[in-house]
């Protein structure tokens, strides 16, 4: 965000341009966080050897959809990564990688 200055210059805002620091005190957690239940929607591309990948992995979907878009969905509380095309279930894996 600019404000005008007085030769009709733009300069920066300077609260803006303020870093924030957390306090010496503060406990900072390092164990994981839980996963909300719930799903998450992804739209990949699949690739021209039929994947796409998805959270640092590959999942075979199928080379007919090279080139198109699907949509993902992954579904924390039952563990399912589904695969739509055109609105239909096209593949469903069970996703394990969620920790409980």
């Known amino acids: 965000m600019c404000i005008a200055g007085s030769a009709g210059l733009l300069r920066p805002n300077i609260a803006t341009t303020q ?9 900072i957690p390092t164990e994981l966080l839980p996963i909300a239940a719930g799903r998450v ?4 591309m699949v690739t021209p050897h039929g994947n796409i990948h998805l959270l640092s992995q590959t999942f075979w979907i199928g080379k007919r959809l090279k ?12 563990g399912y990564l589904t ?18």
């Open 83 to 100: 695969v739509y095309v055109q609105g239909r279930i096209f593949k469903r894996w069970p996703y394990r990688f969620l920790t409980k």
């Open 19 to 27: 870093t924030s620091t957390v306090a010496a005190h503060f406990p």
């Open 41 to 44: 929607t992804f739209i990949r």
């Open 67 to 78: 080139g198109q878009y699907v949509k993902a969905v992954l579904d924390t509380a039952h």
